[in-house]
DNA sequence: GACGATACGGAACCGTGTTCCGTTTAGCAA
DNA sequence: TTGCTAAACGGAACACGGTTCCGTATCGTC
């Protein structure tokens, strides 16, 4: 809730009308295209739907990233604040971390072509590599850090990369039905544990 | 074995000379830009570097996939003749598999951006999809079942899912020293395990 | 109602893969 | 050696993507 969110702020003064309405058009017209056509969705695809032009796409947002980021951006929120939730709510560590990742894993599943362009070392998507590890690994690295303290997974496991690890497992998991990236996400966090 | 690979054969009558040449001429080269520029190197780069023409490339490789498959035939071979080798050689089965893992992750590792382009669903790669699965993915079931009835792993994991899990996990493993896809990959197989 | 700042639209630009076609050349025959 | 033709070549042109630019329209204020 830094920027973007007028509903409630005192100032923003500064954007005309006509300008916010647009952004929030464009806002629900990109989510609506990201369902139907996948993220990586043709910019002009989606000014069309909203009906503006596509300079109008790049004065809101600087970059496709940038328009990714703020379609899910309450998403991605809801699953960084699930971690400490959970770490409370579950019996162990471990289950907490667990069921965390399924979160995590149905966000990107469920997003066609989210996980790849995720991951892309594309020069261009830096803001959504940035904001979603900026975000989501702090909460892994919680998770992880209590299981090892509680002895149930091994403790040379950086969140960053089981963070990636999980996030590459769930490339192409919309596009073939026979590829399930849940059960390898499962047998990565079961390969996790230490030996009782 | 069965064209481009005149050396021995008696047939291959049908081709001029100056187009083998150029077909080997740009085999190396783009060998040479794949090791400095990456898989995804510009087919114009490629095309300059053999001093011939866009079209002629295409002439030669129907798509940028099939020159893809050319450069790589060979270790993609050597990595699937390798599997009943180490599984006539190693202890058990297990190690047979992890070990095979292990030669198809150094594969992906030091291509730099191989295993991005091999889950790519942008269509115009099935030629390389194909041909990978086609090549290895019956070595690799081979490897499991050998290593599920020796009772060492659970039998429920398909060949098809673990090389697309496998091949996930090397993706952007060359463009980040902090991201460790073998350690992701000891996990995933580790995970595969029956606890005994 | 007028006017200046703000926002808009979409043509234009750049970098891709791929196609097309006029030109060149290898290889054979006379 | 010379001439001929099918094969191969080169690279301009096209399609398609993200992004930029700028003349035009609109908002909001005076």
């Given amino acids: 809730m830094k920027d973007s969110d007028e509903s409630a702020g005192t100032a923003a003064r500064s954007k005309r009308a006509d300008a916010r309405r647009n952004k929030e058009t464009l806002l629900e017209a990109a989510a609506s295209v990201f369902v139907t056509s996948g993220v990586e969705a043709p910019v002009r695809d989606i000014a069309a739907k909203a009906g503006v032009g596509t300079g109008t796409i790049y004065r809101h947002f600087p970059t496709r990233a940038d328009l990714i980021v703020a379609v899910y951006r309450h998403q991605v ?4 604040e699930a971690g400490p939730a959970l770490l409370a709510s579950s019996e162990t560590p471990h289950a907490a971390l667990g069921r965390w990742i399924d979160l995590f894993v149905d966000f990107l599943v469920t997003k066609h072509g989210l996980a790849a362009v995720l ?20 909460v892994c690295a919680q998770l992880l850090e209590a299981a090892a303290d509680a002895g149930e997974i091994r403790s040379d496991m950086e969140a960053l ?36």
């Avoid at 929120?77 to 960084?80: I, K, L, R, W």
């Avoid at 990236?181 to 390969?191: D, Q, S, Y």
Wanted: aromatic share 6%.
């Fill in 77 to 80: 929120e809801a699953c960084a």
């Fill in 161 to 196: 990369v089981l963070m990636r690890g999980v996030g590459n497992l769930c490339i192409g998991a919309d596009s073939d039905p026979r590829y399930d990236a849940r059960r390898l996400v499962e047998l990565l966090i079961t390969g996790l544990r230490l030996p009782q």
């Fill in 119 to 138: 991951q892309s070392d594309n020069a261009g998507f830096d803001t959504l590599h940035t904001y979603f590890i900026d975000r989501l690994v702090p």
